[in-house]
């Protein structure tokens, strides 16, 4: 009887350790998805925005707090750069050339190069958190 209890309880250990792992991993895949958005076109769009926050939101209680602020900042330096990148490229909100544009475009393409940047930072970031065993 004890031994049955104990299979039970290991199977549904594995079951719970299961469902984290692909929780985490759907929230992992969202970042690595959002950052390739970024990369391919230099700027994001609102509803890939909203689409990140939508599938990052249980973040803060899967991980711990690092990747809570990590998503965070890449939620905002995304805003960031799709704000730069209006200001730039929008007819309607386009700078003048200038020092300000300049100023502008510089940043845009510093963000540009953090973001190519993150695929290893982020794949470090979660490797901690992505273990099944």
């Known amino acids: 009887m004890a031994y049955i ?13 299961l469902d984290f792992y692909e929780r985490r991993l759907a929230i992992y895949l969202a ?4 950052l390739a958005c970024i990369v391919h076109r ?5 509803e890939e925005l909203s689409a990140f926050l939508q599938k990052t939101r249980e973040g803060y209680f899967l991980f711990g707090r690092d990747i809570a602020d990590y998503l965070d900042t890449l939620y905002r330096k995304a805003v960031d750069l799709q704000a ?6 929008d ?6 050339v200038g020092e300000e544009r ?3 475009a510089r940043a845009n393409a510093e963000l540009s ?21």
């Open 102 to 104: 300049s100023r502008v």
């Open 42 to 46: 230099a700027t994001i769009r609102d």
């Open 113 to 133: 190069e953090w973001f190519g940047d993150q695929f290893v930072v982020t794949r470090n970031k979660f490797a901690k958190y992505m273990t099944f065993s």
């Open 84 to 89: 730069g990148a209006t200001m730039l490229h």
């Open 91 to 96: 007819p309607m909100g386009s700078l003048p």
């Open 31 to 34: 970042a690595m998805e959002f």
């Open 5 to 17: 209890g104990y299979q039970q309880w290991h199977t549904n250990d594995r079951k719970v350790r």
